[in-house]
Structures are given as C-alpha cells and as structure tokens.
C-alpha cells in the first residue's frame, strides 16, 4: 500500500505560480510512477502531469504543456508540480497517485493510490 500526502495548493492570481508537493510512503518509491490529475465536481477526472518510475520521462496533458513541470526527489519520496501562469480555469482540486503502468500515464483507471487532493484558486 502506498500513501499520498498533497500540498501546495492555495490561492493566487492569474499569472502567478504554485508548486504542489505530493508526499509518499509505504512501498519502495522507485517501483512506481506518479501523475497529478486535476477534477472538477461533477465530472471526470483530468489528467494533467505523469513522471516515470525513474524520473526519466515526464508526460503532460496539452492545456498545461509550457507552463507546468513534474519532478519528483526520491531521497524525500515527493514529486512536484510547478505550476507557471496559471490561469482561472487551472481553479480544480489537484490529486496526486500511482501506478504501476508504464504507458497509460493518462488514463485515471491506471492508478492505484490516490492523495486526499489538494485545491488550487486562481483569481483572474
């Protein structure tokens, strides 16, 4: 079992910048991918950012590619999310989780673990 800790989120203008940090523990933080997801009330959640197991390759969803940045420390078994000019339609709650996939990074039904989400408000 694996479990998540997000934080970061908060509110900030449009233009401006937050960094979501997702902390985990349990299982070996090498064994697995981690991706952010976004989701607003009511519908499906959204894919928005994956990195691989060994931080080698980072997939990000088109309306945040140039503006959001996955990374993840394995000696604080955290991946983040740096989030650049952000915009209202970034205002979701954002959840971080795992998987053991190595290619359907996008695909929600992919992952097993997920954090408890954390919200993030832009303010045009």
């Known amino acids: 079992q694996v479990q998540l800790v997000e934080s970061g989120g908060g509110l900030v203008q449009a233009g401006g910048s937050l960094t979501l940090s997702c902390t985990a523990s349990?299982?070996?933080?090498?064994?697995?991918?981690l991706g952010w997801f976004r989701q607003v009330p009511g519908k499906e959640r959204e894919f928005v950012s994956a990195?691989?197991?060994?931080?080698?390759?980072?997939y990000y969803a088109d309306s945040v590619k140039g503006r959001f940045t996955i990374s993840r420390n394995v000696a604080k078994t955290t991946v983040y999310l740096q989030m650049n000019s952000l915009k209202p339609e970034d205002t979701v709650v954002y959840y971080c989780?795992?998987?053991?996939?190595?290619?359907?990074?996008?695909?929600?039904?992919?992952?097993?673990?997920w954090g408890q989400g954390t919200q993030v408000t832009i303010s045009s």
């Open positions: 349990g299982r070996t933080f090498s064994t697995y991918a």
């Open positions: 990195i691989s197991r060994l931080g080698g390759s980072t």
């Open positions: 989780a795992t998987t053991y996939s190595s290619s359907d990074y996008a695909k929600s039904l992919a992952y097993d673990y």
